[in-house]
C-alpha cells in the first residue's frame, strides 16, 4: 500500500474502530456483543497457535529452566555461604575452647609458683627492633609492664620484656641467639646457662663440668636478683643430648624447651616475684612406671598313684618381680587331680 493521504485516514479510522471494539467487549463482560466473533477466531486459529505453541515449547521450557537453574545456583550459593559462616563460627568456637584451656593451663602454673602474673595476647611476631626472634603483646606500660620482666605460658619460659610502649610490648623468645637464662638442674642443683639457638634445641653450659646429666634430666630458671629479667623456677625444658665432658671445667648439654615458640598465642608477663623460690613445684609430674606383670610359673611333676598310674601335682605361683617367687605365697602347692 502506497503511504497516500487516503491510506492513512484509513489507518485511522480502523484504529479507532479498534479502540472501540475493545471498549465494548470490555463493558459487555459475559455478554459482550463480540463473543461470539471472538470464539469464532479461536475455532479458526486456535490449530495454528496449538502447533505454534508446540514448536515453541521447547524453547520456553528450555528458558525456564535456564531462569530456574539461575535460581537454584543462588541458592546453592547462598547455602554455601551460610555453611562458610557457619564453619568459620564453629572454628571460632573451637579455637576459644583452645585459648580457655591455655589460659588455665598458664593460671595453674603461675598458681603452683606463685608468681603475679598478667594475660597477654600474642598480636605480631618479628618486632623492628631487630631481633630475631621476638613478637609483640597487647599489654605495655598502661597496664604495668616494665623492661625485663619473666614471661610464660602454659607451657614453660617463653622469654623476657625488651621494649615497652603505652599498650604493646615486645617480647626477646627464650630460643633467640642473644637470649640467654640462669638454670637449674631438676634434683641435682646443677647449674648452668642455656643460649637460644633459633629453631635447634638450646644450648646450656653446666658450671660441673663432671655433672652427671642423662636426657631427660628437666631444667628449670635459677633466678635473678630481685625476679628480673628472671624469676625462679619457671621450666625451662628437657635435655636430649650430652656432649662428652672430656674433662673441661664445664658441659655443654642440650635442651629441647617445653615452650613451642611458633604456636604462641596466650602469655603471661610475671609482674610479681614469688616470695620464696618455687624450685621443682612448677615442674609438671612424671607419668608414674607402668607396674611390672606378674610373671606365673607352673611346675609339674610325676608322683605315683594306687593304681599303678601318676599323679601331677602343680606348683603354681605368681610373682611380680620376674624370678619366679612369689613374696606372699612363695611355697604355695595345688595338687592337680
Known amino acids: 500500500m502506497r ?49 505454534v505453541a508446540t514448536a515453541v515449547d521447547p524453547i520456553g521450557n528450555a528458558i525456564g529452566a535456564v531462569r530456574d537453574s539461575g535460581e537454584r545456583h543462588d541458592r ?30 598458664m593460671l595453674k602454673k603461675a598458681g603452683a609458683g606463685q608468681y603475679g602474673i598478667k594475660g597477654a595476647e600474642v598480636i605480631a ?21 616494665k623492661r625485663d620482666m619473666t614471661v610464660l605460658n602454659g607451657d614453660g619460659l617463653v622469654g623476657r ?14 630460643n633467640d641467639p642473644d637470649f640467654t637464662v640462669g638454670t637449674r638442674m631438676e634434683k641435682t642443683d646443677e647449674l648452668g646457662f642455656a643460649t637460644g639457638q633459633g629453631d635447634r634445641p638450646l644450648s646450656v653450659q653446666l658450671l660441673n663440668g663432671k655433672a652427671k646429666v642423662k636426657n631427660g634430666d628437666r631444667l628449670v630458671t635459677f633466678g635473678s636478683q630481685g625476679g628480673k629479667p628472671f624469676v625462679p623456677g619457671v621450666p625451662v625444658g628437657e635435655v636430649v643430648r650430652v656432649d662428652p665432658s672430656g674433662g673441661s671445667l664445664t658441659r655443654n648439654i642440650y635442651v629441647r624447651p617445653f615452650v613451642g615458640f611458633t604456636q604462641l598465642d596466650i602469655v603471661g608477663v610475671v609482674v610479681q616475684a614469688p616470695r620464696s623460690d618455687p624450685r621443682d613445684t612448677v615442674l609438671p609430674s612424671k607419668p608414674a612406671a607402668p607396674k611390672p606383670t606378674p610373671t606365673v610359673t607352673v611346675t609339674v611333676t610325676p608322683s605315683p598313684n594306687g593304681d599303678g598310674g601318676e599323679e601331677a601335682q602343680g606348683n603354681v605361683g605368681a610373682t611380680a618381680d620376674g624370678n619366679g617367687q612369689d613374696p606372699d605365697n612363695a611355697g604355695g602347692q595345688n595338687d592337680v587331680e
Open 125 to 145: 611476631i618479628g618486632a623492628a627492633q631487630g631481633f630475631s626472634w621476638t613478637v609483640t603483646i597487647d599489654i605495655g606500660s598502661n597496664d604495668g609492664i
Open 76 to 105: 546453592i550459593s547462598e547455602l554455601e555461604r551460610e555453611n562458610a559462616a557457619l564453619k568459620q563460627r564453629l572454628g571460632s568456637d573451637d579455637r576459644n575452647r583452645s585459648r580457655v584451656r591455655e589460659l588455665d593451663t
Open 3 to 51: 503511504d497516500t493521504r487516503e491510506s492513512r485516514l484509513l489507518l485511522v479510522l480502523l484504529i479507532a474502530i479498534a479502540f472501540a471494539l475493545i471498549t465494548v467487549d470490555i463493558r459487555g463482560g459475559e455478554e459482550s456483543p463480540v463473543d461470539g466473533a471472538r470464539q469464532a477466531a479461536a475455532t479458526v486459529f486456535g490449530p495454528v497457535e496449538k502447533s
Open 161 to 174: 620484656v625488651t621494649t615497652v610502649g603505652p599498650n604493646t610490648s615486645t617480647v626477646l623468645l627464650a
